[in-house]
Protein backbone atom coordinates (compact mmCIF):
# COMPACT_ATOMS: atom_id res chain seq x y z
CA UNK A 1 0.00 0.00 0.00
CA UNK A 2 1.49 3.42 -1.25
CA UNK A 3 -1.84 5.33 0.22
CA UNK A 4 -1.40 8.02 2.90
CA UNK A 5 -3.54 6.60 5.83
CA UNK A 6 -4.73 9.05 7.93
CA UNK A 7 -7.43 9.62 10.40
CA UNK A 8 -10.06 10.26 7.97
CA UNK A 9 -8.84 6.88 6.45
CA UNK A 10 -8.96 5.11 9.53
CA UNK A 11 -12.50 6.64 10.15
CA UNK A 12 -13.98 5.18 6.66
CA UNK A 13 -12.07 1.88 7.60
CA UNK A 14 -14.82 1.14 10.70
CA UNK A 15 -12.03 0.82 13.13
CA UNK A 16 -13.59 0.71 16.90
CA UNK A 17 -11.86 -0.29 19.83
CA UNK A 18 -12.26 -4.00 19.50
CA UNK A 19 -11.73 -4.41 23.62
CA UNK A 20 -15.24 -4.56 24.25
CA UNK A 21 -16.44 -0.71 24.38
CA UNK A 22 -16.19 0.36 20.70
CA UNK A 23 -15.20 3.65 20.97
CA UNK A 24 -13.85 5.01 17.32
CA UNK A 25 -9.93 4.66 17.63
CA UNK A 26 -9.43 7.51 14.69
CA UNK A 27 -10.57 9.72 17.55
CA UNK A 28 -8.27 8.39 20.09
CA UNK A 29 -5.30 9.00 17.41
CA UNK A 30 -6.19 12.60 17.24
CA UNK A 31 -4.48 12.98 20.78
CA UNK A 32 -0.96 13.91 21.53
CA UNK A 33 0.72 11.56 23.83
CA UNK A 34 4.35 10.32 25.44
CA UNK A 35 3.16 6.48 25.74
CA UNK A 36 0.97 4.22 23.64
CA UNK A 37 -0.02 0.73 25.83
CA UNK A 38 -1.24 -1.89 23.77
CA UNK A 39 -3.15 -4.01 25.68
CA UNK A 40 -2.37 -7.58 25.63
CA UNK A 41 -3.77 -8.11 28.89
CA UNK A 42 -6.56 -9.93 27.97
CA UNK A 43 -7.36 -10.77 32.03
CA UNK A 44 -10.79 -12.34 31.30
CA UNK A 45 -10.34 -16.18 31.98
CA UNK A 46 -10.71 -18.28 29.04
CA UNK A 47 -10.09 -15.85 26.57
CA UNK A 48 -7.14 -16.28 24.00
CA UNK A 49 -7.69 -14.17 21.17
CA UNK A 50 -5.35 -11.09 21.29
CA UNK A 51 -2.06 -13.86 22.50
CA UNK A 52 -3.21 -15.30 19.26
CA UNK A 53 -2.77 -12.10 17.69
CA UNK A 54 0.51 -11.74 19.04
CA UNK A 55 1.37 -15.19 18.15
CA UNK A 56 0.45 -14.97 14.45
CA UNK A 57 0.16 -11.25 13.28
CA UNK A 58 3.08 -9.34 14.90
CA UNK A 59 4.19 -8.02 11.62
CA UNK A 60 0.49 -6.25 10.88
CA UNK A 61 0.36 -5.46 14.78
CA UNK A 62 3.88 -3.87 14.80
CA UNK A 63 2.36 -1.74 11.32
CA UNK A 64 -0.36 -0.56 13.28
CA UNK A 65 1.62 0.23 16.49
CA UNK A 66 3.97 2.50 14.75
CA UNK A 67 1.42 4.28 12.58
CA UNK A 68 -0.55 5.13 15.80
CA UNK A 69 2.66 6.24 17.63
CA UNK A 70 3.37 8.81 14.22
CA UNK A 71 -0.06 10.29 15.00
CA UNK A 72 -0.40 10.82 18.38
CA UNK A 73 3.42 11.68 18.78
CA UNK A 74 3.93 8.85 21.19
CA UNK A 75 7.80 8.16 21.75
CA UNK A 76 7.73 4.68 23.19
CA UNK A 77 4.89 1.89 22.87
CA UNK A 78 4.72 -0.57 25.31
CA UNK A 79 2.91 -3.88 25.00
CA UNK A 80 1.39 -5.19 27.65
CA UNK A 81 1.77 -9.45 27.56
CA UNK A 82 1.41 -11.76 30.61
CA UNK A 83 4.80 -12.55 32.09
CA UNK A 84 3.38 -16.39 31.93
CA UNK A 85 3.57 -16.16 28.50
CA UNK A 86 7.82 -16.78 28.01
CA UNK A 87 8.18 -18.20 24.93
CA UNK A 88 5.55 -15.82 23.20
CA UNK A 89 7.40 -12.56 25.09
CA UNK A 90 10.56 -13.72 23.35
CA UNK A 91 8.78 -14.59 20.23
CA UNK A 92 7.47 -11.01 19.86
CA UNK A 93 10.64 -9.41 21.15
CA UNK A 94 12.52 -10.58 18.43
CA UNK A 95 10.93 -8.73 15.43
CA UNK A 96 10.55 -5.20 17.74
CA UNK A 97 11.66 -1.77 16.50
CA UNK A 98 13.23 0.08 19.36
CA UNK A 99 10.44 2.43 20.41
CA UNK A 100 8.43 -0.61 20.95
CA UNK A 101 8.69 -2.75 24.06
CA UNK A 102 6.83 -5.36 26.05
CA UNK A 103 5.97 -4.61 29.19
CA UNK A 104 5.24 -8.51 30.77
CA UNK A 105 2.51 -8.25 32.87
CA UNK A 106 1.05 -10.11 35.96
CA UNK A 107 -1.71 -13.31 36.04
CA UNK A 108 -3.87 -11.10 37.38
CA UNK A 109 -8.06 -9.56 37.34
CA UNK A 110 -8.70 -7.02 36.54
CA UNK A 111 -5.21 -5.82 34.77
CA UNK A 112 -6.98 -4.92 31.94
CA UNK A 113 -8.72 -2.55 33.42
CA UNK A 114 -6.88 0.58 31.69
CA UNK A 115 -6.53 2.33 34.80
CA UNK A 116 -4.81 -0.80 36.29
CA UNK A 117 -3.07 -1.58 33.49
CA UNK A 118 -1.57 2.10 33.25
CA UNK A 119 -0.13 2.39 36.95
CA UNK A 120 1.24 -1.79 35.94
CA UNK A 121 3.02 -0.57 32.97
CA UNK A 122 4.47 2.53 33.96
CA UNK A 123 3.70 3.47 37.31
CA UNK A 124 0.92 6.34 37.27
CA UNK A 125 -2.28 6.76 38.85
CA UNK A 126 -5.09 8.36 36.44
CA UNK A 127 -7.24 10.43 38.30
CA UNK A 128 -10.49 9.38 39.25
CA UNK A 129 -13.42 9.64 36.73
CA UNK A 130 -10.30 10.32 34.06
CA UNK A 131 -8.49 8.65 31.39
CA UNK A 132 -5.26 7.51 30.29
CA UNK A 133 -4.65 10.56 28.46
CA UNK A 134 -5.19 12.73 31.82
CA UNK A 135 -1.74 11.27 32.07
CA UNK A 136 -0.30 11.63 28.74
CA UNK A 137 -1.09 7.89 28.08
CA UNK A 138 -3.14 6.34 25.11
CA UNK A 139 -4.32 2.51 25.14
CA UNK A 140 -4.68 0.48 22.33
CA UNK A 141 -6.37 -2.92 22.20
CA UNK A 142 -3.97 -5.57 20.42
CA UNK A 143 -6.83 -6.14 17.75
CA UNK A 144 -6.97 -2.93 17.15
CA UNK A 145 -3.46 -2.20 16.41
CA UNK A 146 -3.29 -5.14 14.28
CA UNK A 147 -6.44 -4.30 12.14
CA UNK A 148 -5.09 -1.05 11.68
CA UNK A 149 -1.59 -2.67 10.65
CA UNK A 150 -4.25 -5.04 8.04
CA UNK A 151 -5.32 -1.50 6.99
CA UNK A 152 -2.05 0.29 5.99
CA UNK A 153 -0.40 -3.29 4.83
CA UNK A 154 -3.47 -4.58 2.89
CA UNK A 155 -6.01 -1.62 2.53
CA UNK A 156 -8.52 -3.72 4.21
CA UNK A 157 -11.69 -1.96 6.33
CA UNK A 158 -13.00 -4.15 9.31
CA UNK A 159 -14.54 -6.88 7.76
CA UNK A 160 -13.37 -9.81 10.09
CA UNK A 161 -12.44 -10.09 13.43
CA UNK A 162 -10.48 -12.71 15.87
CA UNK A 163 -12.80 -14.95 18.30
CA UNK A 164 -12.22 -17.39 20.81
CA UNK A 165 -15.21 -19.61 21.26
CA UNK A 166 -15.01 -21.92 24.02
CA UNK A 167 -16.39 -22.86 27.80
CA UNK A 168 -18.38 -26.26 27.75
CA UNK A 169 -17.83 -27.43 24.26
CA UNK A 170 -16.30 -30.35 22.53
CA UNK A 171 -13.94 -28.42 20.46
CA UNK A 172 -13.05 -24.70 21.54
CA UNK A 173 -11.06 -22.86 19.36
CA UNK A 174 -10.08 -19.64 17.99
CA UNK A 175 -10.78 -18.19 15.01
CA UNK A 176 -11.11 -15.48 12.03
CA UNK A 177 -14.62 -14.91 11.04
CA UNK A 178 -16.61 -12.32 9.12
CA UNK A 179 -18.25 -9.54 11.17
CA UNK A 180 -21.82 -10.22 11.60
CA UNK A 181 -21.30 -14.77 11.40
CA UNK A 182 -23.82 -15.86 13.09
CA UNK A 183 -23.74 -17.08 16.79
CA UNK A 184 -25.27 -20.21 15.90
CA UNK A 185 -22.74 -21.19 13.28
CA UNK A 186 -19.69 -20.69 15.43
CA UNK A 187 -21.76 -22.74 18.11
CA UNK A 188 -22.19 -25.49 15.51
CA UNK A 189 -18.50 -25.88 15.41
CA UNK A 190 -17.62 -26.19 18.94
CA UNK A 191 -20.36 -28.60 19.99
CA UNK A 192 -21.38 -27.28 23.31
CA UNK A 193 -21.67 -30.43 25.38
CA UNK A 194 -25.54 -29.34 26.65
CA UNK A 195 -28.55 -28.83 25.27
CA UNK A 196 -28.92 -24.91 23.88
CA UNK A 197 -31.82 -25.14 25.76
CA UNK A 198 -30.03 -25.07 28.68
CA UNK A 199 -26.97 -23.18 27.56
CA UNK A 200 -25.92 -19.50 28.71
CA UNK A 201 -23.95 -17.97 25.83
CA UNK A 202 -21.67 -15.27 26.63
CA UNK A 203 -20.64 -12.58 24.37
CA UNK A 204 -16.78 -11.38 26.21
CA UNK A 205 -15.33 -13.20 29.06
CA UNK A 206 -16.99 -14.79 32.17
CA UNK A 207 -16.53 -11.75 34.32
CA UNK A 208 -18.02 -8.46 32.33
CA UNK A 209 -19.46 -10.43 29.14
CA UNK A 210 -22.68 -10.01 28.19
CA UNK A 211 -25.48 -12.94 27.73
CA UNK A 212 -26.77 -12.89 24.36
CA UNK A 213 -28.90 -15.48 22.49
CA UNK A 214 -28.19 -17.97 19.82
CA UNK A 215 -29.42 -15.64 17.49
CA UNK A 216 -27.07 -12.93 18.24
CA UNK A 217 -24.36 -11.85 15.89
CA UNK A 218 -20.46 -11.61 16.05
CA UNK A 219 -19.89 -7.66 16.31
CA UNK A 220 -16.32 -5.99 16.02
CA UNK A 221 -16.47 -5.92 19.53
CA UNK A 222 -17.20 -9.51 19.99
CA UNK A 223 -13.57 -11.43 21.43
CA UNK A 224 -15.35 -14.35 22.40
CA UNK A 225 -18.67 -16.57 22.73
CA UNK A 226 -18.31 -18.74 25.57
CA UNK A 227 -21.15 -20.76 26.25
CA UNK A 228 -22.01 -22.38 29.88
CA UNK A 229 -24.56 -24.72 31.21
CA UNK A 230 -27.00 -22.65 33.64
CA UNK A 231 -26.20 -24.23 36.40
CA UNK A 232 -22.45 -23.41 36.26
CA UNK A 233 -21.93 -20.88 39.74
CA UNK A 234 -21.21 -18.56 37.45
CA UNK A 235 -23.79 -18.19 35.16
CA UNK A 236 -26.37 -18.62 38.52
CA UNK A 237 -24.23 -15.60 40.08
CA UNK A 238 -24.20 -13.61 36.66
CA UNK A 239 -27.73 -14.23 36.04
CA UNK A 240 -29.38 -12.31 39.25
CA UNK A 241 -31.50 -9.57 38.33
CA UNK A 242 -31.75 -5.90 40.04
CA UNK A 243 -34.99 -6.81 42.34
CA UNK A 244 -33.37 -9.78 43.66
CA UNK A 245 -30.67 -7.80 44.35
CA UNK A 246 -32.32 -5.17 46.28
CA UNK A 247 -34.18 -7.67 48.06
CA UNK A 248 -31.53 -9.60 49.42
CA UNK A 249 -29.11 -6.40 49.87
CA UNK A 250 -32.04 -5.15 52.48
CA UNK A 251 -31.79 -7.94 54.41
CA UNK A 252 -28.55 -9.99 53.79
CA UNK A 253 -25.59 -7.07 53.96
CA UNK A 254 -23.50 -7.39 56.60
CA UNK A 255 -21.79 -4.43 55.72
CA UNK A 256 -18.35 -6.37 56.35
CA UNK A 257 -17.02 -4.17 53.01
CA UNK A 258 -15.17 -7.00 51.55
CA UNK A 259 -16.77 -5.31 48.58
CA UNK A 260 -14.81 -2.01 49.00
CA UNK A 261 -11.73 -3.53 50.26
CA UNK A 262 -11.51 -5.61 47.08
CA UNK A 263 -12.67 -2.69 44.62
CA UNK A 264 -9.90 -2.39 41.66
CA UNK A 265 -10.59 1.29 41.78
CA UNK A 266 -10.72 1.65 45.02
CA UNK A 267 -7.63 -0.62 45.68
CA UNK A 268 -5.93 2.44 42.98
CA UNK A 269 -6.75 5.25 45.87
CA UNK A 270 -10.12 5.66 43.84
CA UNK A 271 -13.05 7.10 46.28
CA UNK A 272 -15.46 4.43 45.61
CA UNK A 273 -17.02 2.37 48.44
CA UNK A 274 -19.70 0.03 47.13
CA UNK A 275 -20.33 -0.77 50.63
CA UNK A 276 -21.74 2.76 51.41
CA UNK A 277 -24.52 2.19 48.54
CA UNK A 278 -25.21 -0.94 49.87
CA UNK A 279 -25.66 0.04 53.24
CA UNK A 280 -28.11 3.09 52.10
CA UNK A 281 -29.76 0.32 49.76
CA UNK A 282 -29.96 -1.77 53.34
CA UNK A 283 -31.91 1.26 54.54
CA UNK A 284 -34.56 1.42 52.01
CA UNK A 285 -32.67 4.44 49.69
CA UNK A 286 -32.16 3.23 45.72
CA UNK A 287 -30.88 6.93 45.54
CA UNK A 288 -28.23 7.22 42.89
CA UNK A 289 -24.94 7.12 43.97
CA UNK A 290 -22.42 9.50 42.29
CA UNK A 291 -19.34 7.67 43.54
CA UNK A 292 -20.68 4.72 41.67
CA UNK A 293 -19.18 6.58 38.54
CA UNK A 294 -15.92 5.40 39.53
CA UNK A 295 -17.15 1.60 38.72
CA UNK A 296 -15.58 -0.67 36.30
CA UNK A 297 -18.13 -2.74 36.32
CA UNK A 298 -14.95 -5.30 37.11
CA UNK A 299 -17.24 -7.99 38.98
CA UNK A 300 -14.55 -8.40 41.77
CA UNK A 301 -16.90 -7.24 44.20
CA UNK A 302 -20.34 -9.53 43.17
CA UNK A 303 -18.43 -12.71 42.02
CA UNK A 304 -15.03 -12.89 44.42
CA UNK A 305 -15.51 -10.15 47.21
CA UNK A 306 -18.94 -10.62 49.02
CA UNK A 307 -19.37 -13.50 51.01
CA UNK A 308 -23.30 -13.32 51.20
CA UNK A 309 -23.87 -13.11 47.26
CA UNK A 310 -25.27 -9.88 46.82
CA UNK A 311 -24.10 -7.70 43.98
CA UNK A 312 -22.79 -3.95 44.27
CA UNK A 313 -21.83 -4.42 40.63
CA UNK A 314 -25.51 -4.44 39.27
CA UNK A 315 -26.77 -1.61 41.91
CA UNK A 316 -23.81 0.80 40.65
CA UNK A 317 -24.88 -0.24 36.89
CA UNK A 318 -28.39 0.90 37.45
CA UNK A 319 -27.33 3.79 39.36
CA UNK A 320 -24.98 4.95 36.52
CA UNK A 321 -28.12 4.64 33.89
CA UNK A 322 -30.51 6.30 35.88
CA UNK A 323 -27.83 9.30 36.37
CA UNK A 324 -26.87 9.38 32.57
CA UNK A 325 -30.76 9.35 31.88
CA UNK A 326 -31.68 12.10 33.90
CA UNK A 327 -28.50 14.05 32.45
CA UNK A 328 -27.01 14.04 36.49
CA UNK A 329 -23.11 14.18 35.59
CA UNK A 330 -20.20 13.04 37.93
CA UNK A 331 -19.10 16.94 39.54
CA UNK A 332 -17.59 15.56 42.36
CA UNK A 333 -14.93 12.38 41.90
CA UNK A 334 -12.43 13.73 39.68
CA UNK A 335 -9.76 13.81 42.73
CA UNK A 336 -5.97 12.66 41.85
CA UNK A 337 -5.82 10.14 44.36
CA UNK A 338 -2.63 11.17 46.75
CA UNK A 339 -1.40 7.43 46.99
CA UNK A 340 -2.50 3.73 46.10
CA UNK A 341 -3.70 2.09 48.75
CA UNK A 342 -1.04 -0.03 50.73
CA UNK A 343 -2.81 -3.29 50.39
CA UNK A 344 -3.30 -3.51 46.96
CA UNK A 345 -0.76 -5.94 46.28
CA UNK A 346 -2.18 -8.28 49.19
CA UNK A 347 -5.61 -8.35 47.54
CA UNK A 348 -4.65 -8.75 43.84
CA UNK A 349 -6.88 -11.80 42.52
CA UNK A 350 -4.78 -13.78 40.61
CA UNK A 351 -6.43 -15.42 37.74
CA UNK A 352 -5.96 -18.70 38.51
CA UNK A 353 -7.95 -18.44 41.78
CA UNK A 354 -10.24 -16.49 40.05
CA UNK A 355 -10.91 -19.63 37.62
CA UNK A 356 -10.86 -21.83 40.63
CA UNK A 357 -13.52 -19.80 42.17
CA UNK A 358 -15.83 -19.52 39.50
CA UNK A 359 -15.08 -23.58 38.96
CA UNK A 360 -14.03 -22.88 35.54
CA UNK A 361 -10.85 -24.29 35.13
CA UNK A 362 -12.08 -27.50 33.68
CA UNK A 363 -13.24 -25.09 31.06
CA UNK A 364 -9.67 -23.94 30.40
CA UNK A 365 -8.34 -25.97 27.83
CA UNK A 366 -6.36 -23.26 25.62
CA UNK A 367 -7.89 -23.64 22.31
CA UNK A 368 -5.87 -23.42 19.56
CA UNK A 369 -6.16 -21.10 16.38
CA UNK A 370 -7.58 -22.89 14.00
CA UNK A 371 -7.44 -21.99 10.23
CA UNK A 372 -10.97 -22.22 9.67
CA UNK A 373 -12.64 -21.45 6.55
CA UNK A 374 -16.04 -19.97 8.27
CA UNK A 375 -17.90 -19.14 5.21
CA UNK A 376 -21.28 -17.87 6.59
CA UNK A 377 -23.89 -17.89 4.20
CA UNK A 378 -25.74 -15.03 5.57
CA UNK A 379 -24.25 -11.85 7.72
CA UNK A 380 -26.29 -9.26 10.15
CA UNK A 381 -23.99 -6.13 10.26
CA UNK A 382 -24.80 -3.77 13.17
CA UNK A 383 -24.24 0.02 12.31
CA UNK A 384 -24.10 0.88 16.13
CA UNK A 385 -21.43 -1.32 17.15
CA UNK A 386 -19.68 1.64 17.80
CA UNK A 387 -19.83 4.62 20.88
CA UNK A 388 -21.93 7.29 19.37
CA UNK A 389 -24.85 7.66 16.54
CA UNK A 390 -25.39 5.21 14.49
CA UNK A 391 -24.22 5.28 10.92
CA UNK A 392 -26.00 6.04 7.83
CA UNK A 393 -26.83 2.45 6.03
CA UNK A 394 -26.04 3.80 2.16
CA UNK A 395 -27.61 0.20 0.47
CA UNK A 396 -30.28 -0.91 -0.46
CA UNK A 397 -32.41 -4.59 0.29
CA UNK A 398 -31.64 -6.21 -3.82
CA UNK A 399 -27.83 -4.75 -4.22
CA UNK A 400 -25.40 -6.73 -4.79
CA UNK A 401 -22.21 -6.01 -2.87
CA UNK A 402 -18.73 -7.44 -2.81
CA UNK A 403 -16.47 -7.71 -0.17
CA UNK A 404 -14.57 -4.90 1.64
CA UNK A 405 -17.89 -2.40 0.09
CA UNK A 406 -19.26 0.68 1.97
CA UNK A 407 -22.24 -0.14 3.04
CA UNK A 408 -22.80 2.31 5.63
CA UNK A 409 -21.49 6.02 6.22
CA UNK A 410 -20.38 7.56 9.21
CA UNK A 411 -21.39 11.81 10.42
CA UNK A 412 -18.47 13.15 11.62
CA UNK A 413 -20.16 15.19 13.79
CA UNK A 414 -21.78 12.36 15.44
CA UNK A 415 -18.48 10.61 16.07
CA UNK A 416 -19.71 7.54 13.57
CA UNK A 417 -17.60 4.94 11.82
CA UNK A 418 -18.00 3.37 8.35
CA UNK A 419 -19.15 -0.71 7.92
CA UNK A 420 -18.17 -2.52 5.24
CA UNK A 421 -19.66 -5.87 3.37
CA UNK A 422 -17.90 -9.01 5.15
CA UNK A 423 -18.79 -11.15 2.52
CA UNK A 424 -19.73 -10.67 -1.35
CA UNK A 425 -23.94 -11.12 -2.05
CA UNK A 426 -26.87 -9.87 -1.89
CA UNK A 427 -28.72 -6.94 0.19
CA UNK A 428 -31.32 -9.51 1.82
CA UNK A 429 -32.92 -7.42 4.53
CA UNK A 430 -32.26 -3.55 6.05
CA UNK A 431 -33.97 -3.07 9.29
CA UNK A 432 -32.74 0.38 11.16
CA UNK A 433 -29.86 -0.37 12.48
CA UNK A 434 -28.60 -3.35 10.27
CA UNK A 435 -28.21 -4.57 6.98
CA UNK A 436 -27.81 -8.37 5.95
CA UNK A 437 -26.14 -10.08 3.39
CA UNK A 438 -26.77 -12.96 1.68
CA UNK A 439 -24.30 -15.34 -0.76
S1 LIG B 1 -19.32 -7.44 50.62
FE1 LIG B 1 -21.50 -7.94 50.48
S2 LIG B 1 -22.17 -8.17 52.57
FE2 LIG B 1 -20.20 -7.13 52.66
S3 LIG B 1 -20.72 -4.93 52.62
FE3 LIG B 1 -20.41 -5.51 50.53
S4 LIG B 1 -22.45 -6.06 49.75
FE4 LIG B 1 -22.56 -6.05 52.01
S1 LIG C 1 -17.71 -3.86 39.95
FE1 LIG C 1 -17.44 -3.76 42.18
S2 LIG C 1 -15.27 -4.21 42.46
FE2 LIG C 1 -15.49 -3.65 40.32
S3 LIG C 1 -15.11 -1.45 40.25
FE3 LIG C 1 -17.32 -1.72 40.52
S4 LIG C 1 -17.64 -1.60 42.72
FE4 LIG C 1 -15.45 -1.97 42.39
Known amino acids: MTEKIGLKKIRESGLIGAGGAGFPTYIKLTSKVQTLIINGAECEPLLETDKTILDIGIEDLIAGVKKAMELTGASEGLIGIKQKYKDLIKKVATGLPKEIKISPLKNMYPIGDEHILVREVTGKIIPEGGLPLDVGIVVQNVETMYRLGRLLNKGEPVVSRFVTVSGDVAFPFVAEVPVGTPVSLLLDIAEPRIPLELAKIMDGGPMMGKFISKDSYVKKTTSGILVFSDREKVIRQRSRDLNAIIRISRSACIQCRRCTDFCPRYLNGHRIEPHKWMRNLAFGE???????????????????????????????????KDMTEKGTKNENYHEVPQEICGFHELREISTDRLMEHLDISKFNVHPAFEKLDINPRRVRIFVDQHIGSPSKISVLKGDKVKKNDNIAISEISGMGVNYHASIEGTVSAVGDNYIEITR
Not at 299 to 304: A, H, K, M, Q, R
Not at 305 to 319: H, N, T
Open 286 to 320: LIPSEMSYLCSECGVCELIACPMDISPRLVAEYFK
